[in-house]
């Protein structure tokens, strides 16, 4: 079985600040993990995902995560956090031999501050 | 970039009444699926679909849910006799293979208020 914690529902960072949205989860078999981010009355976008590989991933939008095994974590950061980045983040997680399924972690809503 | 299209964007029903929840999935993708969040909770896995019959459901598709594939384009999510904690937010999402190493697609969802 596999679940997500994400610390922290509200983040609030200023604009040109960096961006570090935590996630941690369990796994009883190698993780594949994802983010995901949701802008307002819009639907789920991928922003990266980790499956094999490089443990550092780039996404969309100057966003990266980097896949601590040790720590059981996949904190995503932005250097520059940008008005734009204002929006809702999901990590989630499934195996990689658990079919179809993702487990989401509860969100962290991002304010960007002016 | 294709997109996954979901209608409506927001249904209310009362309660006790059928709901149809539809879905157009990327053309080529094979595998279909259906994701609710209820307010302020997490996202939840739903089910999937793939070749016609459901490949993996949770425990919170019970018999009140249904899906189906009724032409080569839609995907729906049947909710019979809804109550009021089915009121949440349904995503539906598709994929061209197995596996969630390959991500999904995600539509905007649709808000069901049951009242």
């Known amino acids: 079985a596999q679940s997500v914690t994400q610390l922290g529902s509200h983040v609030s960072v200023s604009e040109g600040a960096l961006v570090l949205l935590r996630c941690n989860y369990s796994?009883?078999?190698?993780?594949?993990l994802f983010w995901y981010v949701q802008y307002p009355n819009q639907g789920l976008q991928l922003l990266l995902k980790y499956t094999t590989g490089a443990t550092l991933v780039k996404g969309i939008n100057g966003f990266e995560a980097e896949f601590k095994k040790s720590e059981t974590s996949f904190h995503l950061t932005k250097p520059s956090a940008h008005m734009s980045d204002a929006a809702e983040y999901f990590c989630a997680v499934s195996g990689y031999n658990a079919g179809n399924m993702l487990t989401f972690g509860g969100g962290t809503r991002l304010m960007v501050k002016p | 970039e294709p997109e996954v299209t979901q209608t409506p964007s927001h249904q209310v029903t009362q309660m006790g009444q059928e709901v149809i929840l539809r879905c157009v999935p990327i053309s080529n993708h094979l595998y279909f699926y259906w994701y609710r969040q209820i307010l302020g909770q997490k996202v939840e896995f739903l089910v999937s679909?793939?070749?016609?019959?459901?490949?993996?459901k949770s425990e919170i598709f019970d018999d009140q849910f249904s899906v189906e594939r009724p032409d080569g384009s839609n995907f729906t999510l049947k909710i019979r006799s809804t109550k009021l904690e089915d009121s949440a937010m349904y995503f539906c999402?598709?994929?061209?293979?197995?596996?969630?190493?390959?991500?999904?697609?995600f539509g905007s969802g649709t808000r069901l208020t049951v009242v």
């Open positions: 679909f793939y070749n016609n019959e459901i490949s993996e």
């Open positions: 796994s009883s078999v190698p993780p594949y």
């Open positions: 999402a598709s994929s061209e293979a197995r596996g969630t190493g390959y991500g999904y697609t």
